[in-house]
């Protein structure tokens, strides 16, 4: 069974530039996360999806984040304008249903110069 | 003051030794507890997952939830040097509410 995929793995942008992540999920998993990691801290849940429909955005910055998983599988997460203090890991993952164990994909390191 | 506390670390062991990790958590609506094991440049992976209080056994692994103290433990028996990686606990109130992680223990079992 395939696991969640992530691309970009790594992106170096600089500050009030855009950029844009990518995840697709395991086949069949209804609930999707996105998650921010920082350098020594915890994953922390940005947002969740239930097919294409949010189920919590609570921890999201809605100023300059935004995500979206239109056909209830992909997901994109979008930060515009970034900030040096979202150079982050992010991390996406996705569970059959929620509660559900979640699966993590490898993350994508952002670093915001 | 964080809800979920752990030691940053980074615990150093020799190879076999019994590991203990530990995490201190502030909010008494907490009812189910994780580990998980996240190794360099990826992401985490469940290991142990306990509801409420009690102790839970898998092969080296033992989860211990003590919610009087709002304390729980993981331990590790014969440590091995691919058990080196963090660990981040984990925790939510309800069925469906979200995780609230600690921020982790690196831990590092020298051959």
């Known amino acids: 069974e395939a696991g969640v995929a992530q691309s970009p793995r790594y992106k170096i942008i600089e500050k009030r530039q855009s950029v844009a992540f990518w995840c697709n999920p395991i086949s069949g998993h209804a609930t999707l996360y996105w998650y921010q990691q920082i350098l020594g801290q915890g994953p922390k849940l940005l947002i969740q999806?239930?097919?294409?429909?949010?189920?919590?955005d609570s921890q999201l910055p809605k100023d300059r984040f935004s995500a979206e998983r239109l056909k209830g599988v992909d997901s994109t997460l979008k930060i515009q304008p970034a900030k040096l203090e979202d150079s982050a890991v992010y991390l996406c993952?996705?569970?059959?249903?929620?509660?559900?164990?979640?699966?993590f994909g490898p993350g994508t390191r952002l670093t915001v110069t | 003051q964080k809800e979920v506390e752990q030691d940053p670390g980074p615990l150093s062991v020799p190879e076999g030794a019994i590991v203990s990790l530990n995490c201190t958590y502030s909010n008494s609506a907490f009812q189910y507890f994780m580990w998980y094991r996240q190794y360099s440049r990826k992401g985490p992976e469940l290991l142990m997952y306990t509801y409420s209080s009690g102790n839970k056994e898998d092969g080296r692994f033992t989860a211990q939830v003590d919610k009087s103290s709002k304390y729980i433990s993981l331990f590790i028996r014969d440590s091995q040097p691919s058990d080196s990686a963090t660990y981040l606990c984990?925790?939510?109130?309800?069925?469906?509410?979200?995780?609230?992680f600690g921020g982790g223990t690196r831990l590092m079992v020298k051959p």
């Open positions: 993952a996705s569970s059959l249903e929620a509660p559900g164990e979640q699966y």
């Open positions: 984990a925790m939510r109130k309800g069925a469906g509410n979200m995780l609230t």
């Open positions: 999806f239930q097919n294409n429909g949010v189920v919590d």
